[in-house]
């Protein structure tokens, strides 16, 4: 699938409404919906659609792909935001709705997801679990760990397809093995890593193709791709001078370039972490294996020779053996005689049997199948390795099978054989799930129901796998005639099955073959060679040979003890395919499947092309007449009460309130939910354990109700914690104004506990601003917004909106037209670009901010002091610095036309509300009454202009010296109260306190319980539990501590960076959630929860 797009695509993918008129033409998107069904009917919908290039179609939530040979451009980012976030049913069939539900289902329900992706070869499988992992990847995390596994798990596809595919006459790019890769995801609903399982490699397309077919891609993209010093070292030329890669007399492949594809192996490689030595070490066995394809024989009277010495010596070369060893390991077979047995010692001996031509070129090939096999593993280890690099743990996995499709040739072999069992055994898996175990769980619980018939292959199954099955006979006969192989042993393995089976009803022998009546049809199979490729080994003397490389990396391949290994029974092929199908079962069956059903169109692999009867054939095997049937006539989910009501209870105002949660059972819950939600009683059934839901539409509704929920209440909470942040950050804005303006400038009485609220002309709703700034700017959020007088060229004032984001500001003109008002920018200025500000020392409202480009501004606005902390908090951000402020009873700035003017400010007691304006020349005088004095302190309640500063009313810093109120006192059992004992407000006889000093209420001595003052008296209470302070006669003062919980980085300056561990001092508790307390002579506010008092 491709990355462009036209607009008309991408708008019909956008939408999930059917017209009656579209559904005549393109059929409907759910097979489901069709007015009739039958074989017919779903061919027809599956056909309109593909003449319109909508390869997807539903079957309730099994997603039917037709391969459409070409590049539609309905793939790629751009695609992701139409299905990110939204259910099946809001949008066209895709792929992506199917790995948007897997990933979705994995994050909200917190099980293990698997899609199994099904189809003959060349239906387009490997194509949609490519599609499905590139969506994955673009809707979870960004960290450097998610996105080196992401790196990995997308880099692992062109790795595995350059070793594992091949060109067939059916599949330009057919997975010769099959693989289920396992994506692990992290508590976020990020990969975190990764496992896959290869099954069966088609090893002997190593040394055989038909006509018209290659060998794997990596040959070709190595002969094609390597340089010219890599082509000498390996003694490499083109592919059409190596026998193992020219029999199909195909070199080149539509669509594929196979230098460039050399190239992305190699980037792969690097990704996976393969070392430089590692890919050297695979290029000389591929190499090695091209150059051992060469090596002829020929027989000579009784004995056997190699036809031309120079492959032999250059294959031996780059597997790193002498090419003596390696020739006599091909010539002559070792076997040895005697040997231990009975509880005694019997001599052994060992005997050198040569081989003729036919069994020499026998054991070539079984040595190049079998290095290239095992290197193949190593690549898949190496991936896996790959994938778990950083050993993050995992929560959930979401697993994509990629396997060989069902395989019908004019001449199958032991491959197809497996092959097509192990299809066999996924067609049964789905046939549980879908079919019979549905139907079975209706009868259990109690739920009305029509039986569906449907064609059940466990028979088909037992007759390949069970106990006395085929595979168990194949075994059989490889175990006692072991040392036998050849067309002799191939027959005794027919004649068995034909006495076995000769009565069952899907099984049928003739002459050198027999014939399975599989799900997909009648398959002839051939069953010469079969017994050889089952033993699936090597002579011992081969893998000693092999053993002797200089090449590590080889010998790693091999590191079996082959003198144990002949006392133990051999593992066959035949075993080890049963057995990986086994767990493979296993596997999926802890995970929630969700189904692809590939179909091919054709078999000349050409777009457009349709061949209604293989079409017709694939609908039938594949059992989507069935599918439908059982859907229409089921329920679309179905789930244990205490799940249901656990997802959906706080749909409900009695199952989910203030009061807590629902404590009734919980078949009473999902009732209440569903009366409550006015579910009708035909869209849901109770059964004994469960809740069916009967329309994928009801469902859809409750999970758009549970997302609209999940979102209003985190809208809630994000709006409460903006809000407290927002008003938090104003207060600290607020704090630097006072900081700024204290002593320098008079103040207004109406703005001193003015609050600070950034947007004062509804920006957020201002459509029209929004498009100047977004047009104009780059990425820039807005930081304040409020409508200013700004002074023209002759003095006048004029009314514009001034706009400040995190990196300009701008000056916005409106004009009104025809009752419809327009908007102009007529200036952005970047806020690096202010040089100062200057302010008048009075209590006028004009600011001028002066440009180091172009001309200065100067505008009046009434929030001066809070634009002032607004840019000087965005300047310090962008450039580092402190934007300088000067105050001045005469300012001089530039205007447009490069001249210069000046504001002289002049106090007039008789300009009372607003100030009196008085051009002369280049010069305006602002007349301006006397405001509130410049030492006004207008900081916030709570908030200090330095955390070093003195706290007002004089005397110690805050936590050191005397106690708060001042007055000597012992640290224990007596001290002064907070007022001291004695003094005058400020002082007390301890030094002088930093807020309210003198006696305490009341006034007295009088002495109190432990040696202190009561209330009333002159000693404090607060020293009856320790006191705050320190005092003359007790020592060094007690003051409260807290200890770290938790680390916790500062969000704002006055707040208190701390690691876990750390002990602070107390100063005082404002609220139940934040503190004020001083550590390292640094004093600010520190969030309660994070810290314990020390008792």
């Known amino acids: ?355 003729n031509s036919e069994q020499a070129l026998g054991a070539k090939d079984a040595l190049a199948r079998e290095v290239y096999s095992r290197m193949f593993d190593w690549i898949v280890a190496k991936i896996n390795a790959a994938l778990q690099k950083y050993k993050m743990p995992f929560k959930n996995v979401v697993g994509i099978l990629d396997i060989y499709g069902f395989e019908i040739f004019d001449n199958n072999g032991f491959e197809q054989f497996c092959i097509n069992y192990v299809n066999e055994k996924l067609q049964q898996y789905f046939i549980e799930l879908t079919l019979k175990a549905e139907q079975e769980e209706y009868v259990k619980e109690g739920i009305k129901w029509t039986p569906i018939k449907y064609f059940n292959n466990q028979i088909v199954c037992e007759l390949i796998e069970g106990k006395v099955g085929i595979f168990g006979l194949l075994d059989d006969i490889c175990y006692t005639i072991h040392a036998q192989s050849g067309s002799g042993t191939d027959l005794r393995f027919l004649e068995k099955l034909v006495g076995s089976f000769s009565q069952h009803p899907h099984f049928r022998g003739f002459n050198n073959a027999f014939c399975i009546k599989h799900y997909a049809g009648d398959v002839n199979y051939n069953v010469e060679g079969m017994t050889d490729k089952n033993k699936d080994t090597l002579f011992s003397d081969v893998i000693e040979m092999l053993q002797t490389s200089k090449s590590q990396f080889l010998v790693s391949l091999f590191p079996e003890d082959v003198k144990g290994a002949q006392k133990k029974r051999p593992t066959t092929a035949g075993l080890k395919i049963k057995t990986s199908a086994g767990a493979l079962m296993k596997a999926l069956s802890a995970c929630n499947p969700h189904y692809v059903r590939c179909i091919k169109p054709n078999d000349n692999k050409r777009a457009g092309d349709w061949n209604e009867a293989r079409v017709r054939h694939q609908v039938q095997y594949l059992g989507l007449l069935e599918n439908v049937r059982v859907r229409r006539a089921g329920f679309a989910y179905r789930a244990p009460f205490e ?24 078949r009473e819950g999902c009732e209440t939910i569903c009366r409550d939600l006015g579910l009708e009683n035909g869209q849901y059934q109770m059964g004994k354990t469960k809740i069916f839901i009967r329309f994928p539409e009801a469902l859809f509704h409750l999970e758009e109700m549970v997302e609209r ?139 001028v901010m002066h440009m180091s480009r172009e001309y200065d501004n100067l505008i009046e606005n009434d929030k001066k002091s809070e634009i002032i902390a607004v840019l000087m908090e965005a300047y310090e951000g962008l450039t580092g610095r402190r934007l300088p402020v000067q105050f001045s009873d005469r300012i001089t700035y530039k205007i447009k036309s490069g001249d210069t003017r000046e504001l002289a400010f002049i106090r007039n007691e008789s300009a009372q509300g607003q100030p009196i304006l008085k051009k002369a020349g280049r010069q305006l005088k602002v007349e301006i009454s006397s405001g509130l004095p410049k030492e006004t302190d207008t900081t916030p309640q709570g908030m200090y202009l330095q955390a070093s500063a003195k706290p007002r009313g004089g005397g110690a810093p805050r936590g050191g010296g ?125 969030p309660a929860n994070h810290v314990e008092e020390i008792k």
Request: glycine share 14%; net charge positive.
């Open 1 to 355: 699938m491709g990355t462009n797009c036209s607009p008309a695509i991408l708008s019909d993918m956008q939408g999930n409404k059917q017209t009656s008129r579209s559904v005549a033409t393109q059929g409907v998107d759910d097979l489901v919906m069709l007015p009739k069904v039958g074989e017919a009917e779903i061919v027809e919908n599956i056909h309109k659609r593909y003449q319109h290039d909508l390869i997807y179609t539903y079957i309730g939530p099994v997603l039917i792909s037709v391969n459409p040979y070409k590049d539609l451009g309905n793939a790629g980012e751009q695609f992701v935001p139409i299905y990110h976030g939204r259910f099946p049913h809001e949008n066209t069939p895709h792929l992506y709705a199917l790995a948007e539900e897997a990933y979705r289902s994995m994050k909200g329900d917190g099980g293990n997801q698997c899609v199994l992706i099904s189809g003959e070869s060349g239906a387009g499988k490997t194509e949609a679990a490519k599609i499905i992992m590139g969506y994955i990847s673009f809707v979870s995390g960004k960290s450097d760990k998610v996105e080196y596994v992401k790196n990995v798990v997308l880099d692992s596809n062109p790795l595995l397809e350059a070793f594992g595919n091949a060109k067939t006459l059916r599949n330009n790019n057919s997975s010769r093995f099959g693989k289920y890769f396992e994506i692990q995801f992290d508590n976020y609903g990020d990969p975190c890593g990764g496992l896959i399982t290869n099954y069966l490699l088609e090893k002997s397309r190593v040394v055989y193709q038909q006509n018209g077919e290659r060998n794997f891609h990596f040959f070709y993209n190595l002969c094609a791709g390597a340089n010219q010093q890599e082509k000498q070292k390996l003694s490499l030329y083109g592919a059409e001078h190596y026998y193992y890669i020219n029999q199909g007399n195909t070199f080149t492949v539509d669509g594929m370039n196979d230098a460039q594809d050399y190239q992305e192996v190699r980037h792969a490689m690097n990704t996976m972490g393969l070392t430089a030595g590692d890919q050297e070490s695979v290029l000389r066995l591929v190499a090695g294996i091209l150059n051992l394809g060469n090596v002829a024989f020929r027989d000579q009277g009784k004995n056997t020779s190699v036809a031309d010495p120079q492959p032999m010596q250059a294959a031996a070369a780059l597997f790193g053996v002498d090419p003596f060893l390696l020739q006599n390991s091909l010539l002559f077979r070792v076997i040895q005689t005697g040997g231990a047995g009975g509880g005694g010692q019997k001599r052994g001996s060992t005997y050198n049997v040569p081989q």
């Open 709 to 847: 929920k999940d979102y209003e209440c985190a809208m809630k909470i994000q709006g409460a914690w903006k809000k407290w942040q927002l008003a938090k950050h104003a207060l600290e804005q607020r704090r630097r104004a006072a900081e700024v303006l204290r002593g320098n400038k008079e103040r207004q009485r109406n703005s001193v506990n003015r609050n600070y609220t950034s947007d004062y002309m509804s920006y957020d709703c201002n459509f029209a601003l929004q498009q100047i700034v977004q047009q104009n700017g780059h990425q820039e959020s807005v930081i304040f917004a409020d409508q200013v007088l700004k002074l023209n060229r002759r003095n006048r004032p004029e009314r514009r909106d001034f706009i400040v984001t995190t990196q300009a500001f701008y000056i916005v003109a409106r004009a009104q037209q025809n009752n419809e008002v327009y908007y102009k920018m007529t200036r952005r200025a970047a806020l690096a670009d202010i040089s100062g500000l200057s302010l008048s020392p009075l209590q006028d409202n004009y600011l």
């Open 962 to 1086: 005397a106690p708060r109120g001042g007055g000597a006192a012992p640290a224990q059992g007596g001290g002064a109260a907070r007022g001291g004992a004695g003094g005058p407000r400020g002082g007390g006889a301890g030094g002088a306190a930093p807020r309210g000093g003198g006696a305490p209420r009341g006034g007295g001595a009088a002495p109190a319980q432990g040696g202190g003052a009561a209330r009333g008296g002159g000693a404090a209470r607060g020293a009856q539990r320790g006191g705050r302070g320190g005092g003359a006669a007790g020592g060094a003062p007690a003051r409260p501590q807290a200890k770290a919980m938790f680390d916790y980085e500062a969000q704002t300056a006055d707040e208190i960076t701390f690691r876990e561990g750390d002990v602070m001092f107390i100063v005082r508790k404002d609220s139940e959630d934040w503190w004020e307390a001083e550590m390292n002579g640094k004093r600010g506010y520190i």
């Open 643 to 666: 799940r249901f009501l656990n997802r959906y209870k706080k749909l409900s105002k009695n199952t989910w309130g203030i009061w807590g949660e629902w404590k009734g059972g919980a």
